[in-house]
Antibody, heavy 123, light 110 residues
Framework: LNLVESGGGLVKPGGSLRLSCAAS????????MNWVRQAPGKGLEWVSS????????YYSDSVKGRFTISRDNAEDSLFLQMNRLTPEDTAVYYC?????????????????WGQGTLVTVSS | KFMLTQPHSVSESPGKTVTISCTRK????????VQWYQQRPGSAPTTVVF?????PPGVPDRFSGSIDRSSNSASLTISGLKIEDEADYYC?????????FGGGTKLTVL
C-alpha cells in the first residue's frame, strides 16, 4: 500500500507544474483521491478531490480555475496540473486516499498519504 | 462553510494526560464526523481517530476522541503520554464537498 508523489520543483511565478502520484498495493480505481498541501511551517490545506470514476471533482477556492486534478485508473496514477502559480502555492503537496470499505461505502477520512513533493514558487 | 479552531500549542509531561480541542465555528459539531491526524516532523500525517471516536488498527488505546455538543467541539485525549507522541495534531471534517482542517496543535512532551 503505497503512494509516491513526483514532479515538484522550483518554478517562477506565473509558471506551471504537473504533479503525479503513483499508487500501488491496492485497487486504485476504487478510491476517491485527493491532493492536500502544507506550506512551510504551516498547517494542512485541502486542495482538490476526484472520485473513483471521475464523476465528482472539487477544488478549494484558493486553486479553483488554476489547478486541474485528473487520474488514469489504467496506470494507477493521480495528477495535479498547476497553472498560474504564485508564491502562496509554495508547499509540500501530498496525495491522500479517502477510506473505502471495499463493499460500496465511502468514508470521509484519509487513510493513506504519500510522503509529499515540494513545490517552490519563486523568482 | 465552517471553520475548525484548535489551540496553537499544548504541553504536558510524560505519563500524564493531555486533551486537544477542536471547536467548530458555524454549524453543529455533530453535523459531520471529525477525524484527527498526527504529523511528526518531516513525515506525512497519519490517522489516530476517525468518525469522532474510532481508532484505526494499530493506534494504541491511549488515543481517544470525543465530541461535546454543549461546547460544539471535538477533543483528542492522549493518556500515558510518551516522548514519541510529540507531534502536530490536526482535526478534520467535511463540509459537503470541501475538506476542512483545523489549524493544528503542536504537542510538546517535556
Amino acid at each position: 500500500l503505497n503512494l509516491v508523489e513526483s514532479g515538484g520543483g522550483l518554478v517562477k511565478p506565473g509558471g506551471s507544474l504537473r504533479l503525479s502520484c503513483a499508487a500501488s498495493g491496492f485497487t486504485f480505481s476504487d478510491y476517491t483521491m485527493n491532493w492536500v498541501r502544507q506550506a512551510p511551517g504551516k498547517g494542512l490545506e485541502w486542495v482538490s478531490s476526484i472520485s473513483s470514476s471521475r464523476s465528482y471533482i472539487y477544488y478549494s477556492d484558493s486553486v479553483k480555475g488554476r489547478f486541474t486534478i485528473s487520474r488514469d485508473n489504467a496506470e494507477d496514477s493521480l495528477f495535479l496540473q498547476m497553472n498560474r502559480l504564485t508564491p502562496e502555492d509554495t508547499a509540500v503537496y501530498y496525495c491522500a486516499r479517502l477510506h473505502y470499505d471495499g463493499s460500496g461505502t465511502y468514508y470521509d477520512w484519509f487513510d493513506t498519504w504519500g510522503q509529499g513533493t515540494l513545490v517552490t514558487v519563486s523568482s | 462553510k465552517f471553520m475548525l479552531t484548535q489551540p496553537h500549542s499544548v504541553s504536558e509531561s510524560p505519563g500524564k494526560t493531555v486533551t486537544i480541542s477542536c471547536t467548530r465555528k458555524g454549524g453543529s459539531i455533530a453535523g459531520n464526523y471529525v477525524q484527527w491526524y498526527q504529523q511528526r516532523p518531516g513525515s506525512a500525517p497519519t490517522t489516530v481517530v476517525f468518525e469522532d471516536d474510532q481508532r484505526p488498527p494499530g493506534v494504541p488505546d491511549r488515543f481517544s476522541g470525543s465530541i461535546d455538543r454543549s461546547s460544539n467541539s471535538a477533543s483528542l485525549t492522549i493518556s500515558g503520554l510518551k516522548i514519541e507522541d510529540e507531534a502536530d495534531y490536526y482535526c478534520q471534517s467535511f463540509d459537503d464537498t470541501t475538506v476542512i482542517f483545523g489549524g493544528g496543535t503542536k504537542l510538546t512532551v517535556l
